[in-house]
């Protein structure tokens, strides 16, 4: 990874040890725990960077991490002193992964340490160790450990080891930029620096601030990963005319990735979406694109359309497990419990989306997850308390695997680990059921 010199400094760093801990300790996510910061903003672009960058490779790397310095300790810190651990695992990081100079990264960690001025020396010693047995160390510690113990097991029973750990794998690794763009994908791949991954998704090499790109402001794209911009393209390729012209519910529709690609295609759309907040930046989003769809605020639960539609698109809430790789954080806000409670709503959203298509129309259900509790689980319920639905066989050509219920492969999945040479996707279940009558 870049080098980063000592130029980042302890104002930085500080800035990186109140989010991580803000993060680890608590219920806020990254991007909260950023903007909630009162001294990020003020940090120039580049420390900003670097505090992102640093966060985020150790709370992908944070089991690993964690067990590393632990090897050094002696004795447990004291629940008190959990800062300590949270400055050693944000200086591991910095020597294993950022490459940053040990005297700087040492130096600043020791500084950190006022509040604990007894530890300096337990912090010199430990950073000091690190810095010398390298990377290698850390690769010694079994890379499942980064994932929670309840979700390491969940995925050895559904997907195998192997696709375990390459998932695990995937994990660790900062995911690239994708977007859609409206046309002419490849002249924005080489304006943008990009490839095409396919269709109207460009892969972008670089980051930054997207606002600054070329074709933001003129709404000619919007970010979206691969895998997620599937659904719509699977429910547009099993309607007549690819939707043209047809009625399309987009339900839990915000922030509104999946309703641009409907709306481009030249279907009647409506948006619904329960979240004021949410919805005002699916409205944004549109308006920037030059889109034009109805918008409705609604509980998907109990809402109902006054006409019945042609193809519905029910993207879920979720526990989001397939984007991971984007929010670090994650694992450590999740609970087997959660993801049940989620199911059941699924499940409820699902059994009403049914009865809002037309007969012989299209619900296309997807969810980032990689849990099979918020897939097929509930896609078994349903269909078992529904009737006149029906699967229907999906085909795409897309990096990822079929999914079979009954006979048919009415299922679709993708994983982090998949596409892998072209740097991974999102995780996804997608799924297209039939209203017969």
Same mark, same amino acid.
């Given at each position: 990874m870049k080098e980063y010199s000592q130029k980042q400094g302890l104002k930085s760093r500080e800035v990186a040890l109140e989010i991580f801990s803000e993060v680890t300790n608590s219920r806020t996510t990254f991007d909260e725990a950023m903007a909630r910061n009162l001294k990020f903003p003020n940090l120039d672009l580049k420390d900003r960077a670097f505090v992102h960058l640093l966060v985020a490779v150790t709370l992908r790397h944070r089991g690993q991490l964690d067990m590393l310095v632990k090897g050094y300790l002696k004795h447990a810190l004291p629940k008190r002193a959990n800062l300590i651990n949270n400055i050693l695992q944000l200086g591991a990081a910095q020597l294993l992964f950022l490459k940053s100079p040990p005297h700087a990264? &040492?130096?600043?960690? &020791?500084?950190?340490?006022?509040?604990?001025p007894g530890q300096k020396g337990l912090v010199n010693a430990? +950073?000091? #160790?690190?810095?010398? &047995? %390298?990377?290698?160390? +850390?690769?010694? =510690?079994?890379?499942?450990?980064?994932?929670?113990?309840?979700?390491?097991e969940n995925w050895l029973q559904h997907y195998g080891e192997k696709n375990a750990r390459e998932i695990a794998i995937a994990h660790?690794?900062? !995911?690239p930029l994708d977007i859609t763009v409206m046309s002419n994908p490849d002249f924005w791949a080489e304006k943008l620096k990009g490839n095409i991954q396919s269709g109207n998704t460009v892969r972008l090499k670089k980051k930054g601030d997207i606002t600054r790109l070329p074709g933001f402001k003129e709404g000619k794209w919007w970010v979206q990963d691969y895998a997620a911009s599937l659904p719509a393209k699977i429910l547009l390729s099993m309607l007549p005319q690819n939707g043209k012209d047809l009625k399309i519910l987009d339900l839990c529709a915000a922030p509104g990735g999946k309703t641009a690609q409907l709306?481009?295609? %030249?279907?009647?759309?409506?948006?619904?979406?329960? /979240? /004021?907040?949410?919805?005002?930046?699916? #409205?944004?989003?549109?308006?920037?694109?030059? +889109?034009?769809v109805d918008t409705i605020m609604a509980d998907a639960? &109990?809402?109902?359309?006054?006409?019945?539609?042609?193809?519905?698109?029910?993207?879920? !809430?979720?526990?989001?497990? %397939?984007?991971?790789?984007?929010? !670090?954080?994650?694992? +450590?806000?999740?609970?087997?419990?959660?993801?049940?409670?989620? /199911?059941?709503?699924? =499940?409820?959203?699902?059994?009403?989306?049914?009865?809002?298509?037309?007969?012989?129309g299209i619900l296309v259900y997807s969810v980032c997850s990689l849990q099979k509790e918020e897939a097929e689980d509930v896609i078994y319920k349903v269909m078992s308390e529904c009737k006149g639905v029906s699967p229907v066989p999906i085909e795409v050509s897309a990096p990822g695997k079929p999914v079979t219920v009954g006979k048919v492969k009415a299922g679709f999945r993708t994983k982090p680990s998949d596409n892998k040479k072209q740097g991974g996707m999102d995780g996804f279940f997608i799924f297209a059921l039939r209203r017969n009558f």
């Open positions: 990264v &040492v130096d600043t960690a &020791v500084l950190m340490c006022r509040k604990f430990i +950073l000091r #160790k690190i810095s010398l &047995v %390298g990377i290698e160390k +850390l690769n010694e =510690i079994d890379i499942k450990f980064n994932t929670p113990r309840w979700l390491w660790t690794i900062e !995911p709306a481009l295609s %030249g279907a009647i759309v409506t948006a619904v979406d329960k /979240s /004021s907040k949410r919805m005002q930046i699916l #409205k944004d989003n549109m308006k920037r694109l030059n +889109l034009s639960r &109990v809402w109902s359309p006054k006409e019945l539609q042609n193809g519905v698109l029910l993207d879920l !809430p979720c526990s989001s497990t %397939g984007v991971i790789r984007r929010h !670090p954080e994650l694992p +450590l806000k999740k609970s087997l419990k959660e993801i049940n409670k989620m /199911s059941e709503i699924q =499940i409820e959203i699902t059994k009403n989306a049914l009865n809002m298509l037309n007969v012989e």
